[in-house]
């Protein structure tokens, strides 16, 4: 049997390698829901999509989660829940994206079209391209269920407060330099394939597939290996602690009981805070990037270069999050609203001014490339340091719970809180649209949720970390 000190070492490797293919798989996901459907579109489907079909289902995945989770093993769980995202990339690129013509309901969407109003016309256009639609929503389940969910739930449960103030920065930057390869992996293939063969599009979605789905199943190898080394370290840890806390409370009463507790309750707010802000800044900003690469082909791969450049973010922004871990988990929690203000404000700023009657029409191009390129920083920075900065201080602040606020309270939080929040920018963002026509010409209420929403993450850091605190770490 090996040492205590090389199993924790053998253990970080798995969790880092399984962090790394996550994020492989993330990053394909992500490419191409945006790619495909975006472009088809337009970044006003963004909020349509979010509320009417990634929030339901959100629920309906954390409810399964939760009905799994108090009849299966941990690692059946596990697996029962990445299969279907590994069954549903082949059955999309073999045959759902080459028949997307034939599967629209072409007729019955003419008939919703003319009863719905212009501005709700895209609600229509979410049916007709329901594979589109489906992808869209499963990139996001990738991100909140498998990777936010399963994989830190993995980590926490091997990890104590000591070891993850040590671990946690370095797993996050091992983890997400995964998009060092990705974002030219993704490249490549769209550069190579697309531009060069008529059918180079379906061909590279194809190529995404399998490495997607290989990526998968060494997740799954992994995890069982990862299993088997922290079963002597969980032994351990598990004398004289609260781990035998039971976690089958049904999914409502677990719900009810964390809305009670105040620990709880400032790491959702936290949460709510961080999904709103990213959702209005990001959104705004893919609005405005669109008029300056509308192809699917020119998108994917300005898609694949943020993803180069978002994981060699992560690399630096890892190394300053191992250091302020160690200095103040307060200072470390506030730099990522604080980092995201510094570059969200300039953004809006910037396009709220191209987009003015005012502004003269020579400075009005050039202050609307500045302001993509200045939300393309925000872009960057707000997600490396949402992967290290935010990732490693909301997993240290679940650490020191048991194991029933653990289980049922990281998958509400990060499901359904997650969502919460996403939904509810995206339905301020569809009363724009409806109410002003565009994302364009609501830039100006978009700053202003932007800012008051950053100003309550900040405060919401500030009472954590003084109940963090009082947990004696």
């Given at each position: ?10 253990l ?18 992500r ?7 975006i ?7 963004i ?40 069954v ?91 998009s ?5 992996m ?8 697309a ?13 995404l597939?399998?490495?997607?789905v ?78 300056v ?50 570059t ?5 700023l ?88 565009s994302?364009?010409?609501?830039m ?30």
């Amino acid at each position: 049997m090996l040492p205590g000190c090389l199993q924790r070492h053998s253990l970080f490797i798995s969790h880092a390698f399984m962090m790394f293919l996550c994020v492989i798989n993330f990053d394909i996901l992500r490419n191409l829901k945006e790619s495909l459907l975006i472009t088809r579109m337009g970044a006003e489907i963004i909020p349509f999509i979010k509320l009417w079909v990634v929030t339901p289902s959100a629920f309906l995945f954390v409810f399964c989660y939760s009905f799994l989770a108090n009849r299966l093993s941990r690692q059946h769980l596990f697996v029962f829940t990445i299969v279907p995202f590994l069954v549903w990339m082949p059955l999309f690129s073999l045959y759902l994206y080459p028949n997307l013509t034939e599967l629209a309901p072409s007729s019955f969407c003419q008939t919703l079209y003319s009863y719905l109003p212009d501005s709700l016309i895209l609600i229509g256009g979410l049916l007709e391209h329901w594979p589109l639609t489906l992808l869209f929503a499963c990139a996001e389940l990738w991100s909140t269920g498998v990777i936010c969910t399963l994989l830190w739930s993995t980590v926490n449960d091997a990890s104590t407060v000591e070891s993850s103030s040590r671990e946690y920065p370095l797993l996050t930057m091992a983890g997400n330099s995964a998009s060092l390869l990705s974002g030219p992996m993704i490249l490549l293939l769209v550069r190579h394939l697309a531009i060069n063969d008529d059918d180079g599009w379906q061909i590279s979605l194809v190529w995404l597939s399998v490495v997607f789905v290989v990526c998968g199943l060494m997740i799954i190898w992994l995890y069982y290996h990862s299993i088997k080394l922290a079963a002597p370290l969980s032994a351990t840890a598990s004398r004289g602690s609260h781990d035998n806390t039971a976690t089958r409370l049904p999914l409502k009463d677990s719900f009810l009981y964390l809305v009670k507790c105040p620990y709880l309750r400032n790491i959702a707010l936290i949460m709510l805070a961080y999904c709103i802000a990213i959702n209005t800044a990001e959104v705004a900003w893919k609005s405005q990037v669109l008029r300056v690469y509308p192809t699917e082909t020119e998108y994917s791969m300005l898609m694949g270069q943020l993803t180069f450049y978002s994981g060699l973010g992560c690399l630096l922004m890892a190394g300053l999050t191992a250091w302020l871990v160690r200095y103040s988990w307060r200072i470390a929690a506030l730099g990522t609203p604080l980092l995201m203000a510094f570059t969200g404000i300039p953004f809006f700023l910037a396009v709220v001014l191209s987009n003015s009657n005012w502004l003269p029409e020579a400075l009005s191009t050039p202050m609307l490339l500045a302001g993509i390129s200045i939300g393309t920083l925000c872009n960057v920075a707000s997600k490396s340091a949402k992967y290290t900065l935010f990732d490693a201080t909301k997993e240290m602040a679940f650490v020191p719970l048991n194991n029933e606020q653990k289980l049922k309270g990281k998958a509400s939080i990060e499901l359904i809180v997650s969502r919460a929040g996403k939904s509810s920018s995206a339905l301020v963002q569809q009363l724009l649209i409806v109410t002003l026509g565009s994302l364009t010409a609501s830039m100006h209420w978009l700053a202003s949720v932007f800012m008051i929403i950053t100003i309550v993450w900040l405060l919401s850091v500030n009472a954590l970390s003084k109940q963090y605190r009082r947990h004696g770490f």
